[in-house]
Nanobody, 118 residues
Framework: QVQLVESGGGLVQPGGSLRLSCVASGSIFSNYVMGWYRQTPGKQREMVATITTSGITNYADSVKGRFTISRDNAKNMVYLQMDSLKPEDTAVYLC????????????WGQGTQVTVSS
């Protein structure tokens, strides 16, 4: 079992920045591919960024060049630095942990709201 708790969401103006954090507990963090997803009402959950156990990253085209995912295995933390935010980035952002060898072993946090508005 892995428990995930996100923090760092809030209200920000267009062009601003936010840093999301996710702390994991309950299992060996370095065994998990970590990711950030987002969801808005009426839309399918969307992958934002993922980072493998060896640090390889992947981003949705819509956030490339603006968002940066990172992880600190010593602290069981994963981060999402979001710069140049746009109103269309408004969503609930969820942290995900997927076992590197067993893709069906998958955990989600409760989410943190990000609102980009003037």
């Amino acid at each position: 079992q892995v428990q995930l708790v996100e923090s760092g969401g809030g209200l920000v103006q267009p062009g601003g920045s936010l840093r999301l954090s996710c702390v994991a507990s309950g299992s060996i963090f370095s065994n998990y591919v970590m990711g950030w997803y987002r969801q808005t009402p009426g839309k399918q959950r969307e992958m934002v960024a993922t980072i493998t156990t060896s640090g390889i990253t992947n981003y949705a085209d819509s956030v490339k060049g603006r968002f940066t995912i990172s992880r600190d295995n010593a602290k069981n933390m994963v981060y999402l630095q979001m710069d140049s935010l746009k109103p269309e980035d408004t969503a609930v952002y969820l942290c995900n942990a997927r076992h590197r060898l067993r893709a069906n072993v998958n955990y989600w946090g409760q989410g943190t709201q990000v609102t980009v508005s003037s």
